[in-house]
């Protein structure tokens, strides 16, 4: 099951007014890419990951929304709760792309082509988004099905047509082809699936490896053995941000690792689990990128403690001006917070650091993001898709 140009669907759920229209969800300036697009965009030759401005060069009519991670979340969540409804069985790829096994659900809700109707209509019903669905015996079939069946579509492929579906498909079509594979493919002449197929097993090993050879010769007679596997829940979250222009200096970069460390708290706090890893990620101007990691002596979901972690490991790089692109902060190790034990520290305040999030978790609720945040962050304002910009240059560790 694939949902239909998520983000900018949900987009369009919540502005009504842009229905039927090119709208694009993604950063604007130099550096903002798109995320998503909806048809009527993508018409124009808009596509994920495209630069923003070629495709409002291709599509000037657009309409350019920053998005909501948080909010394409909740939905995705409730679509896959709606799917574990269905089958216990079911594998997220994504946020807006899952495996459902239904083997077992025939006798309650029909053949395949019925469940995928239903899955579809109870999708539309709940969420007012539409999702494409493609049946099939395999994962790797079911996946091709449901992109040839976008947007809003239902195709079925029976084990007696599975040829007839595939080998008329380009070899970019198979799982693991990508660029370069794909140029050394064409070059011995094999543009189709089942020109693929017909070639002996060897002399694909010999092309493109032992390994890459055999897969691409059982895909191409729609052999994939691999069974749905429920997914385990979240073992880390977290939070990035890429700056509109290199940033150097650390009072900025403190600053982000501190928005990002409350951003990665409150999802912690939300799902109830606890963070026994801090780790921090950084990318430099040259796309070069690191990460440090800290195990803390008591899990935590506590916004001041991820950013003092963070903020430790980020100075212990002993940067000197480098030009930096991108931030992450990343809570890992969770466990469950009812059942982990919270150690008391002696002479600690009766209310701590932790009353004080979970009383700005209450107030985000009822009056917004961003309603309660630390100080430091008063003058830090967000310019949509180029980045955090600072104007408060005022140093000192954040209360």
């Given at each position: 099951v694939d949902m239909d140009a998520f983000f900018a669907s949900v987009e369009v759920r919540r502005h009504p007014e842009l229905a039927g229209t090119?709208?694009?969800?993604?950063?604007v300036g130099n550096r903002g890419v798109v995320t998503s697009a909806t048809y009527e965009a993508r018409r124009y030759g808009v596509h994920s990951a495209m630069p923003t401005s070629r495709a409002l060069r291709l599509c000037p009519t657009a309409t350019v929304l920053p998005g909501d991670l948080d909010l394409y979340t909740e939905v995705s969540r409730s679509v896959m709760a709606l799917f574990?409804?269905?089958?216990?069985?079911?594998?997220?790829?994504?946020?807006?792309?899952?495996?459902?096994?239904?083997?077992?659900?025939?006798?309650?809700?029909?053949?395949?082509?019925?469940?995928?109707?239903?899955?579809?209509?109870?999708?539309?019903?709940?969420?007012?988004?539409?999702?494409?669905?493609?049946?099939?015996g395999s994962?790797?079939?079911?996946?091709?099905?449901?992109?040839?069946?976008?947007?809003?579509?239902?195709?079925?492929?029976?084990?007696?047509?599975?040829?007839?579906?595939?080998?008329?498909?380009?070899?970019?079509?198979?799982?693991g082809v990508g660029p370069k594979t794909e140029e050394v493919l064409l070059r011995l002449?094999?543009?189709?699936?089942?020109?693929?197929?017909?070639?002996?097993?060897?002399?694909?090993?010999?092309?493109?490896?032992?390994?890459?050879?055999?897969?691409?010769?059982?895909?191409?007679?729609?052999?994939?053995?691999?069974?749905?596997?429920?997914?385990?829940?979240?073992?880390?979250?977290?939070a990035e941000e890429t700056f509109g222009t290199d940033v150097d200096d650390p009072q900025v970069i403190h600053r982000e690792l501190l928005h990002l460390a409350e951003r990665t708290a409150g999802r912690l706090r939300s799902t109830g689990h606890l963070a026994r890893t801090v780790t921090v990620k950084i990318r430099f101007a040259d796309f070069t990128t690191i990460t440090r990691s800290r195990t803390l002596k008591v899990p935590t979901d506590v916004g001041q403690e991820l950013y003092d972690t963070a903020r430790t490991l980020f100075d212990a790089l002993g940067l000197d001006r480098a030009r930096i692109r991108l931030v992450e902060v990343r809570a890992e190790g969770l466990v469950e917070a009812e059942a982990t034990a919270r150690q008391l520290e002696l002479g600690a305040r009766e209310h701590g650091r932790r009353d004080a999030e979970l009383a700005a978790d209450r107030a985000a609720r009822r009056f917004g993001a961003g309603a309660v945040r630390p100080a430091t962050l008063l003058g830090r304002r967000q310019v949509p898709g180029a980045g955090p910009v600072a104007r408060d240059p005022s140093p000192g560790t954040p209360r």
């Open positions: 090119p709208v694009i969800v993604g950063g574990r409804s269905l089958t216990p069985l079911v594998e997220p790829l994504s946020l807006d792309e899952a495996f459902l096994d239904v083997s077992g659900s025939g006798r309650r809700l029909g053949d395949p082509v019925a469940i995928g109707e239903y899955i579809r209509a109870r999708v539309y019903d709940e969420q007012g988004i539409t999702c494409s669905v493609g049946v099939a994962k790797f079939v079911a996946k091709l099905a449901s992109t040839r069946a976008k947007p809003d579509g239902l195709l079925v492929v029976p084990p007696a047509e599975v040829m007839d579906f595939l080998h008329p498909l380009p070899v970019g079509a198979l799982w002449g094999l543009r189709t699936v089942g020109d693929l197929a017909h070639v002996p097993a060897r002399t694909l090993q010999r092309a493109v490896g032992q390994a890459a050879g055999s897969h691409l010769h059982e895909l191409a007679w729609g052999r994939d053995p691999r069974r749905v596997v429920p997914d385990e829940p979240d073992r880390s979250t977290g």
